[in-house]
């Protein structure tokens, strides 16, 4: 098992890592987007892009991209936010369709709107 932390994404608020590698995977911990830059509108498409950006941080520093992800799960805050969710997602992702869940909460931690976590499968070289 390698304990992968990327320094481009935010540092682990807690106990935990950035994602771990074991057996050809890679496993993504729930990824805030962190808080807005100063003069940045905070709104839930800024908090999907900066939560997408710090996921290809990490996946990156475990020498992966989104291409290598497998299963997404992401957590948003009000279901009235999936069709915007999807609309980002989409654009990001491009046509690369891994298993994917989008599951409404009603309250996330710090207030955030969206938090992501993913399983990538590691690149054979």
């Known amino acids: 098992m390698k304990i992968i932390n990327a320094t481009a994404a935010p540092p682990p608020g807690g106990h935990y890592s950035h994602a771990v590698e074991s057996n050809g995977l890679v496993f993504v911990s729930g990824v805030l987007p962190g808080k ?42 009000g279901v009235a936010n999936w069709p915007e969710f999807n609309r980002i997602y989409k654009e990001i992702l491009g046509e690369h369709r891994p298993a994917r869940a ?22 054979v070289r």
């Not at 989008?102 to 499968?121: D, R, S, T």
Request: negative net charge.
């Open 36 to 77: 807005p830059a100063e003069g940045e509108v905070d709104h839930f498409e800024r908090q999907v892009r900066a939560t997408l950006k710090h996921c290809l941080a990490i996946l990156t520093e475990a020498g992966c991209s989104f291409d290598h992800v497998v299963q997404t799960t992401a957590y948003i805050v």
């Open 102 to 123: 989008v599951v409404p909460v009603p309250e996330l931690h710090h207030g955030f709107l969206v938090e992501i976590q993913l399983v990538a499968e590691k690149p």
